[in-house]
């Protein structure tokens, strides 16, 4: 049973889930703002933010964690020299969402989610 057991699933098992927020991430990075549905950007948050967080810190093993994360060392490059150092200051709170409105298709909330 589930009780108390609070997680968006997002109607995929684990590892296509840990894929697609790598995917979101990657692309949010390089990118710096995105378009996503609601429930993705809520969840892709906190992930985001914690990466940016041990980013802050400049040393070699925080830069390792994020490559392990990330998978992409062209992403974990961009994240500690541009981004990190503009949020040095700054204790938390890196992103923001915006609505945008609903997918034609299929009714769907869209979101910008990007970097303050």
Do not use: W
Request: hydrophobic share 40%; glycine share 6%.
């Amino acid at each position: 049973m589930r009780h108390q057991k609070k997680k968006t699933t997002l109607g995929r098992e684990n590892a296509q889930r840990k894929a697609l927020f790598v995917s979101l991430a990657n692309n949010l990075i390089i990118h710096n703002r995105i378009k996503t549905t609601e429930v993705k950007a809520k969840a892709l948050r906190p992930i985001v933010e914690k990466l940016v967080t041990k980013a802050k810190n400049q040393n070699l093993a925080g830069r390792r964690n994020i490559i392990k994360y990330l998978n992409n060392e062209k992403s974990a490059k961009i994240l500690m020299e541009k981004i990190a150092p503009k949020y040095k200051d700054r204790q938390g709170g890196y992103l923001r969402i915006l609505k945008m409105g609903e997918r034609k298709g299929d009714n769907a909330k869209i979101v910008l989610i990007e970097f303050v």
